[in-house]
Structure formats: structure tokens, C-alpha cells
């Protein structure tokens, strides 16, 4: 099927030798494009731990809506004197 397209010709042997990658050939471009995966890098990431609390005290924070785990870490910054 690929002879009869004539828009897509079959590449030759001397073509595909001349081939390069397509960042090679269009640097810049490439550039524009290629974007990093996932999350940006943050200067000091968080540090996932397992924390046992009373149930009362973990109700309490829970009560103050979806941010409580911004208020439990406010609440610990202030407890160790950083905040």
C-alpha cells in the first residue's frame, strides 16, 4: 500500500543513511516542545509518615474541613517553635 501513496513515497537506502533523530535535526523545536513529567520539583517536598493520635485530637482537625492536615502541620510548626 505504501507504493501507491504517492504523498508518502517508500524512503531510500540513501535516505534512511541521511536520517537523523528528530531532536538532531530540529533542536529548537524540540525544545519548544518537550515538557518534564509529573510535578514540578519542590526546593523542600513533603515528607510522607505514619502518625498515631487519639481519635478525639485527629476529630478535632478533621472538623475544621478538607485543610485539616494544613492545620495539624501549623499546629506542629508552632509546637516545635518554627512558626
Known sequence: MIGSDPDAPEATDEQLAQAKPFADAFPDL????????????????????????????????QSKGKDWRSDMTQALRKAVGLK
Open 30 to 61: 524540540m525544545a519548544s516542545i518537550k515538557r518534564a513529567r509529573g510535578r514540578p520539583k519542590m526546593d523542600a517536598p513533603k515528607v510522607a509518615v505514619t502518625l498515631r493520635v487519639d481519635p478525639d485530637v485527629l476529630e478535632r482537625f
